[in-house]
């Protein structure tokens, strides 16, 4: 019962004009959102521990989402902020997978180029890059590479740690590859494909 | 015999080599067999499901299809890392719930020639099957060195218990799991507000502070309630706040000193490994001189003192849990 | 002989005619059913209306039609309309068949074509069914004119009152030792802020002197059998340890007691009581019963303290639990609601933190004759806060606990910002989603709170910790929430949180339900027979529900209610007597196998197996025509007036339109 709204919303049968980025929205999120059943009460804001740092709060980005703010939405900065520390998806009083639709937001504001701060983007592409190299995480590459394009200043500052890491054996010097590199290519490229078709 | 896949995720081997030794060293005394998943890749952490959705899916997936390849003798899924234990069964899930992505990620695994029929693994963390499966009886019988007068403040993190797609923690926001092992270690377990609290997750490498505050809030807490070292369950957690508290520090004009050490090398110890053997000394900031309360070496047996009788006041309610009848997860 | 049948087809406004082509169902049938025996077939607007009914009535006089079939809504609402339509026509009533095309079809689906065609079959069924039906008649029994009211809350209490004072008996069972209900533990109502106990107690003690009214307090309901005007009602009258007949209800056992329990009901675990207590002053009846769980002597075997000091010799440790048997016409049942447990909502740390209190434990703290006499403060027992934060929808609205609005809560909420306002002068906020205070001069309230300089929030509380970021926050309770008028999450550091707890059914809801034969709704709640215009009367004949037992409600709801059902009541037993459906099951002897399978399984204990001839019988009286015995019967050998095998069957074959097909020879 809880989904059929949602599945209303998929199927198109909402009338509302406003609601079409509030559906394309929760097309593009893994799940079932229930995005359309936010009462805005405030409960993800108020659960939030980064909300000082968000130019919108959770709740004010789903009403901008329901007027069909497309712009204003992608630009900001709330989704780069999210922690994905699900308090605010447990507390959800309408069961809004929120966290999900950040990962969605931020997706499609990646390829609407409407990002504003480009370091959570980059961060995200860096490791995503890492991972479909190698298919393992590389905590050396990462960091370097993206503090040298994001923090270069922060680097001299950042050395006695980075060393402290190396020196006992936390952070590898070369990174490691997994043995089946070409099979997880192969299921990568056709899942790009794939994205593009949906 | 406690029989389990184990898919350790990337920072078993370096960031958090210390909780992979120390998980090593607890295996033989509780009889775990941990059969590592064959060439499993990296989970994607909280990175690459921001970018796309299947792409996202399916290389979490591709673990899921490797491990169902092994399920001769168990289909569970152990993971020790939080962030790992979520994607996979995230996965796991949300293939069922939203039957058009399961099929998109076949399609896609397909490709390298795996498939997945999601629900058929069960997916859980380290500390899930520590405390349910092997239990805290086993445990305490396996403890040769309590640590009595250890002060530490149990800290979950916040990606384990939640969402909890499975109902498997006792809470969302205040579960005992990690105080009641903590507990059956013999340490002395300080009640923490914060234990769900997030770390800053990747926000130490995107937006340093924003991190900062975060750990700052955890770490400040922790102290002011008098703890000794704090405990993980979570390598990103530990990482964090382990190595970034030196610049929290410097951010803040603070001066804490809040070792974090993971639960398998307080129970390593308390199971009377050496300190070189669970991975003590390879956090940046030191544990010794919270380890030095206890003297490792020697075994003490002390009982707690019973709580003074409060007279005054009014009577409080008892405590929630979610499943009272679950064994011992309850205080 | 060849039937005439008569279909009438209901646009029902555009309920029915917005999805269903009625005017194509109507033609269709007139064309398609003639062999069925369908010599007319009509549509009109509102077949319930007196022209609609016309219609009908002139059908049968002047077409002589001897069925009829009426495609509109379920037959719970308008079977009774349109039967008695065809009596007044000289048509036996039961010849009549309801065709449900609107809750069954035009309201589940939104394809008209789709729609139509299952319509049709609808009509089909019904026609082909309705030419099996036989004429029956009523039965009438005469009605019991005593009266079972379940629950001495305000609701049980006004329904009992009601009734009794129109001079017809009533028993009134409360499980608790005392009537009153929750409202017994209130210090104030909203919005008058009346005294509660000042208004209640008059109608407790009203109650408990009527001659027309047998109080059975500490007691509960075990087993219901019959039917309207013939229910026969077992109840336990659990052992006081307490002789009635010589106590004066004096409070010296109480007093001398050794041993003291938290009371968790009457206090909500904030104060204590006796292992032999009457829960408060006011208690009616004001013999006290002993809680053989905690009294010392049933644990340990010496004590009896009590019995030393009672100057009338009126304990009695061999008291043993009573059962009882009585015959009652009409039941009304007023079982109230429980507290939710707001210890579900771990982020509002009850049960953990110290200061966060229930809306029940607010209520005693509150309350003049409570475990701190009235003074609001906190836990320690001494403090008085300066800075107090209510939340409200605890637990209500929020899919993760309870769906529904709790109704009262908003109101409770402003109430106690009020009494803390008026008692400490600490500065109050108040945290809501929406604040619903739709009834009569409650608005007026909220105005009035706010002139008193509560602080309102718009936005529900994340959570309350006892993690201080900073000096202000420390060795304080801080609220965090999204105030979403300002746009901004906020960390308000208060003394005091009190939870503005929901109301849920009560625990036991389901088996009560089942023990009167009645349901309950998705939530939990008693299900009335309409929710609109049938409020306090269920799909029970004779069972009817009034106060939280059917919802959350107010007072003065839950009273009307009770006046209500008992006017259900009194119309029931001036009646004297009343007519039963005639669909009963019977057993085709011949048939009957004897396997006894059908014995343990009717609900009503009409079956009875008769020894000498090897059969079973089932007796008409108690018979309520459920079915479950036809169901179950492997040789066939039972059936159902009403619905014989020949009428399901008839009905199968015309839903699957096999009607239409040519009549082989």
């Given at each position: 019962m809880p989904h059929m709204t949602d599945e209303r919303v998929r199927a198109g049968m909402t009338r509302e004009e406003d609601l079409s980025l509030l559906n394309e929205v929760s097309m593009k999120t893994a799940g079932v959102s229930h995005l359309e059943m936010c009462i805005q009460c405030g409960t993800c804001g108020g659960s939030c521990p980064v909300a000082a740092d968000m130019d919108h709060t959770p709740r004010m980005l789903f009403a901008m989402l329901r007027a069909g703010m497309r712009e204003e939405v992608l630009r900001s900065n709330t989704p780069w902020l999210c922690v994905s520390c699900y308090h605010c998806v447990v507390r959800c009083p309408q069961e809004v997978h929120i966290a999900d639709v950040m990962y969605t937001l931020k997706g499609m504001a990646i390829h609407a180029k409407l990002y504003t701060d480009s370091t959570a983007p980059h961060f995200s592409q860096t490791f995503v890059g890492m991972v479909e190299t190698f298919g393992r995480g590389y905590e050396l590459g990462l960091a370097t590479r993206h503090y040298l394009r994001h923090f270069p200043l922060r680097l001299p500052g950042m050395m006695p740690m980075g060393l402290g890491m190396i020196s006992k054996g936390r952070m590898a010097i070369t990174p490691k590859r997994i043995k089946h590199m070409d099979q997880l290519t192969k299921i990568l490229d056709r899942a790009k494909e794939l994205e593009l078709t949906s | 015999m406690n029989k389990y896949l184990l898919y350790?995720?990337?920072?078993?081997?370096?960031?958090?080599k210390a909780y992979m030794e120390s998980l090593n060293s607890i295996v033989e005394p509780l009889d775990l067999h941990l059969e590592e998943i064959e060439d499993w890749n990296c989970c994607g952490a909280t990175e690459y499901l921001g970018i796309n959705l299947i792409p996202a899916y399916s290389l979490i997936a591709r673990n899921l299809a490797l491990a169902a390849k092994q399920t001769d003798s168990t289909r569970t899924v152990v993971a020790p890392c939080s962030a790992c234990y979520l994607n996979l069964a995230k996965a796991d899930y949300y293939m069922q719930e939203r039957p058009t992505l399961g099929a998109k990620v076949n399609e896609a695994l397909a490709a390298g020639g795996l498939e997945y029929k999601a629900g058929m693994l069960d997916v859980r963390h380290l500390i899930d099957v520590l405390v349910y499966d092997v239990g805290l009886d086993a445990i305490r019988k396996a403890v040769t060195h309590p640590l009595s007068g250890l002060k530490v403040v149990p800290y979950m993190g916040c990606m384990l218990p939640r969402p909890d797609y499975q109902h498997r923690?006792?809470?969302?926001?205040?579960?005992?799991e990690l105080d009641d092992l903590l507990r059956a270690l013999g340490a002395d377990v300080i009640d923490y507000p914060l234990t769900t609290s997030c770390c800053g997750g990747h926000m130490t490498q995107i937006g340093p502070e924003t991190a900062f505050e975060l750990i700052h809030r955890l770490v400040s807490d922790a102290d002011e309630r008098g703890a000794q070292m704090m405990v993980t369950v979570c390598p990103m957690c530990q990482m964090n706040i382990d190595a970034y508290q030196n610049e929290m520090n410097h951010f803040f004009g603070t001066d804490f000193h809040m070792p974090i050490l993971f639960f398998t090398q307080l129970m390593g110890l308390a199971f009377g490994k050496e300190p070189g053997e669970v991975g003590i000394g390879v956090e940046l900031v030191s544990s010794r001189n919270a380890l030095a309360h206890i003297g490792v070496e020697v075994p003490v047996t002390q009982e707690p003192a019973a709580p003074r009788k409060k007279d005054e006041g009014l009577p409080m309610p008892r405590r929630w849990t979610k499943h009272e009848g679950k064994k011992e997860a309850v205080k | 002989m060849t039937e005439r049948v008569g279909v009438y087809v209901c646009h029902c406004g555009s309920n029915i005619a917005g999805t269903v082509d009625v005017v194509d169902v109507a033609n269709w049938a007139a064309e398609k059913l003639g062999r069925q025996g369908v010599i007319i077939a009509r549509e009109y607007k509102f077949m319930c209306s007196s022209l609609g009914q016309e219609l009908i009535e002139k059908d049968i006089k002047e077409l002589g039609l001897t069925r009829v079939v009426v495609a509109a809504c379920s037959p719970h609402l308008h079977e009774k309309t349109f039967r008695t339509a065809a009596k007044n026509a000289g048509l036996n009533p039961y010849l009549v068949e309801l065709a449900s095309i609107r809750e069954q079809v035009s309201w589940v689906h939104s394809d008209k074509a789709v729609a139509t065609a299952k319509a049709k079959a609808v009509v089909s069924g019904a026609v082909s069914r309705v030419i099996e039906n036989r004429p029956l008649e009523e039965i009438k029994v005469p009605i019991n004119p005593n009266t079972l009211v379940v629950g001495g809350g305000i609701a049980g209490i006004q329904s009992a009152l009601e009734i009794a004072n129109a001079g017809f008996h009533v028993y009134l069972v409360e499980r608790?030792?005392?009537?009153?209900?929750?409202?017994?533990?209130?210090d104030k109502t909203f919005p008058t802020l009346d005294c509660s106990a000042c208004i209640l107690t008059p109608r407790m003690v009203e109650a408990g002197t009527h001659p027309n009214i047998t109080l059975l307090t500490w007691s509960e309901v075990t087993n219901v059998a019959g039917y309207v005007g013939n229910f026969h009602v077992t109840i336990k009258k659990k052992a006081r340890f307490i002789n009635e007949e010589l106590c004066t209800g004096c409070g010296i056992c109480q007093e001398k007691c050794p041993k003291k329990v938290i009371d968790d009901v009457y206090e909500a675990g904030l104060g204590y009581r006796k292992a032999?207590?009457?829960?408060?002053?006011?208690?009616?009846?004001n013999f006290p019963v002993m809680d053989k769980e905690n009294c010392t002597y049933f644990i340990k075997g010496t004590c009896k303290a009590c019995e030393k000091f009672c100057p009338t010799g009126a304990i009695d440790f061999n008291q043993q639990d009573e059962m009882l048997h009585i015959d009652v016409g009409n039941i009304v049942l007023a079982t109230g609601y429980d507290l939710f447990d707001a210890r579900r909502v771990s982020n509002y740390g009850y049960g953990r933190l110290p200061n966060v209190f229930t809306s029940l434990e607010f209520e005693r703290l509150s309350n003049a004759a409570g475990p701190t006499a009235g003074n609001i403060v906190l836990r320690d027992g001494k403090t008085v806060p300066k800075n107090v934060g209510i939340i409200h929808c605890v637990g209500s609205r929020d899919k993760n606990f309870n769906n529904y609005c709790s109704v009262i809560c908003c109101m409770q909420g402003l109430k106690f910002a009020h009494l803390v306002h008026e008692r400490t002068g600490a500065t109050v906020y108040n945290f809501y989603i929406d604040m619903r205070t739709a009834y009569k001069a409650y608005d007026e309230f909220y105005q009035r709170v706010l002139e008193e300089g509560t602080l309102f929030v718009r936005g529900k509380v994340a959570e309350v910790t006892?993690?201080?970021?900073n000096e202000r926050e420390k060795g304080r309770l801080i609220i965090q929430v999204e105030d979403t008028l300002a746009g901004k999450q906020r960390r308000i550091p208060v003394d005091m949180v009190i939870l503005s707890s929901g109301l849920q059914p009560r625990a036991d809801a389901k088996e009560v339900g089942k023990l009167f034969g009645i349901s309950c709704s998705m939530d939990g709640w008693f299900t009335e027979k309409h929710p609109k215009l049938d409020p306090v009367a269920t799909m029970t004949e004779g069972i009817y529900i009034v106060g939280c037992a059917q919802g959350p409600k107010d007072i003065p709801s839950s009273v009307a209610q009770g006046a209500a059902a008992s006017a259900r009541v009194l119309d029931k037993i001036l009646q004297k007597e009343v007519a039963l459906e005639p669909i009963k099951a019977s057993v085709d002897s011949a048939l009957c196998s004897g396997c006894r399978i059908c014995n343990g399984l009717c609900p009503f204990n009409a079956i009875t197996f008769i020894e000498d001839d090897k059969v079973t019988e089932i007796n008409p009286a108690l018979c309520q025509g459920c079915g479950t015995c036809v169901a179950a019967c492997p040789a066939g050998a039972i059936s159902g007036t009403g619905f014989s095998n020949e009428q399901i069957i008839a009905q199968i074959d015309g839903l699957m339109m096999k009607n239409l097909e040519p009549v082989e020879a």
């Open positions: - | 350790p995720g990337c920072s078993m081997d370096s960031s958090a923690w006792s809470d969302h926001e205040h579960p005992t | 608790e030792p005392s009537i009153g209900g929750h409202m017994a533990q209130f032999v207590y009457t829960p408060f002053a006011q208690a009616v009846p006892d993690a201080a970021r």
